[in-house]
């Protein structure tokens, strides 16, 4: 690892010693590497007898209830000092919903995430875009810490396992292969991990995504696939990624979105990339980030608007015109 990479791992263990109570959040919309990342620091944090709250925005969904100690996550405050804060895989501290306004009480802000798009906007920034994940980087730090046990290695492990699609995606790398090899000394059963968080849908499910699917379109020479989705099924898991799994079946398209109505002038836009195209960039124009191949961004316009805005954006950026 770079000198700098230890550095900042080494600063931060010094944080932990120094301090007593913590307090640990993550983005809105929880995943794997959200919640992997959080419940494995909070273990780490717990071994040093440590006084912890992991706090969220949102409720933890079904899908990741088999991780340990997601019980102990809280939804709402409760008054008491916190010494620090820590603020995982989130590129910018808006992404902690009403998490956010509680970092102003912790004495300091630890942001740990690995966004390309990461604004910096703790009192110590680690930020690493080439890693996976930012379970992977608990796992630097785990290690510089010489803690590990079956449940910090089984959060950590979700985590990695969902932010590379299961070790599909490019930011894939020998290192993470590496540490995924160490983790699974502590008994971890991929099959299994992927039966909870991958078998979720229900018949109406597959229903919903059939109907999506079905509604694809196509830029002339089939470089942008995309589809627009008028009512969005807000459950407790998201669909987002199975359908874009499909989507991705496709041989000839580079960029894939995915336009969501959330209300008359809202839409979510979720883009993933499987050329040079780099979709941080895509979703910085219009105000969103995330990483240079998976991004999204939420526009103050309505579904058809968002369409041809988005649309005509990336037809520019693949004709090289942006
Ligand atoms: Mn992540």
Redesign the pocket.
Known sequence: MKRAKISKIKKIVELIKNNNSFLITAHMNLEG??LG?ELSLFLLLKKLNKKVTVYNHDATPDVYKFLPKHKLIKNNFKKGKIDLAFVL?CSDSSRAGKVEDKLNDAGNVVNID??ISNTFFGDLNWVEPKMS???EMIYHLAKEMRIMDKNIALCIYT?IFT?TGSFSYANTSPDTHRIVSELMKFNIKPHLIDKEIHSLCVPDDIDFIGKCISRLKFAPGQKISWITISRWQKKNYDLTEIIFSIMKLLKKPEVFVIFKRISKDRTRINFRSCSKLDVNKVAKFFGGGGHKRASGTTLNKNLKESEKKVINFIKGCLNGKK
């Open positions: 590497d959200a990342s895989d690995h966004h994940s930012a379970s985590g932010d």
